[in-house]
């Protein structure tokens, strides 16, 4: 099972889901799951079909977390033989989505835990060594890790009493900590793609993706979309989740967007709405505030994937996935440093002309820098 985006477990205490776009670093607090003050890591994800959003386990102390996305829920049980003295940072769900298996630090056992009858088994100690996340590898299985210190890339054996085993070293740049206090330089967040493409998320929101498709193993990862993915300066503590593959090269480096709306009329093929925008592009990173040349672009907004939508633009692709429009620049379009241009945009969006609103509302509005 896979969808578009993966999930992100947020800030020490008062942690928040976040759910986290891979294509244009879209990163939005799920707003109506709540904040749980003692704060959990170790984090799985359990889908129940392509069209629903999963269950997310994880666990806090001796609790094990349920966060229901779709309801905006979350509850918390004790797990009959977990300890609740420790703090546990890895975890990951098994294929069939009834067991989340944990890890804590050198000298506590791992456990694996049946969410249905809220029971943890005792299993091996995890031995020597630091990680913060593991991900199974969609193809073998095998749990896979990086050790935040020196981007060691790791294979997790849980049969081992001493569970690390180090397939290459140094393949990923060592992790950076976010600003908030006491964050660790940790990959506290990884997950694959269904082909075995493997991502790790660090604690400041640097994203690496390394080609773990075959039987090689690549000596570097690359850090990708050029530039953090916003988490309003907390620290990412875990993450759950496995994508489609990405259909277009990721971007992150956000620069300033505005949109103006000109008018919408009805459609009759298909029955909708037709609305026009002029959406503004600023040569001007978000996160530093400085001019930077732009020569090409990606545009994405929220948009119903739906038989009959369409958006059209000139001298752009355009990609529809999950509820989102991705609009590329086909090629260099010089915006020098600082300065700004408007490009038309219509969008058709089907349904019944009467219920759907005089302005579409184009959530998400984010403009990122390709070139």
Known sequence: MAHRKVYLAVGRTNTRIYRFDPI????????????????????????????????????????LVTIDVAAGKVTDEVVDGLPDDKTWYCGDMDTDGKTLYIVSYPGVPSYSIDVA???????????????????????????????GDN????????????????????????????SSAG?????????????????????????????LTGTAVPDHAKRIGGGKIPVDDLEVMNGAGRIAPL??????????????FNSSWESNDPRGKVYSFDVTLTAVSKSTGKGEDVRRFR?????PTTTGQKVDASGVDVLYQDGKAYIDAKSDQLLPA???????????????PRELPHEYPLDGLKATRLA
């Open 24 to 63: 244009d670093g879209d990163t939005r607090v799920v707003e109506n799951v709540p904040a749980y003050k003692a704060g959990y890591t170790a984090m799985g994800a359990q889908y129940r079909g392509d069209d629903k959003e999963p269950l997310l386990l994880a666990v806090s102390g001796n609790k």
């Open 117 to 147: 009858a809220k029971k943890a088994t005792a299993g091996s100690d995890s031995g020597a060594g630091r990680w913060d996340d593991f991900a199974h590898h969609p193809k073998d299985g095998r749990l896979i890790s990086v050790e």
């Open 151 to 178: 981007g060691d890339l790791l294979h997790i054996d849980p049969q081992k009493e001493q569970m690390k085993v180090v397939l290459k070293e140094k393949v990923f740049e060592p992790a950076e900590a976010s």
């Open 183 to 211: 964050s660790r330089k940790s990959y506290s967040a990884t997950f694959f793609d269904d082909d075995g493409n493997f991502y790790a998320v660090d604690s400041a929101g640097n994203v690496s993706h390394l080609d």
């Open 247 to 260: 259909p277009v090269p990721p971007s992150y480096h956000e620069i300033e967007v505005a949109k103006k």
């Open 299 to 303: 545009i994405s907004f929220d948009l």
């Open 338 to 352: 600082g300065e700004s241009r408007p490009i038309r945009v219509q969008i058709t969006v089907p349904g019944d």
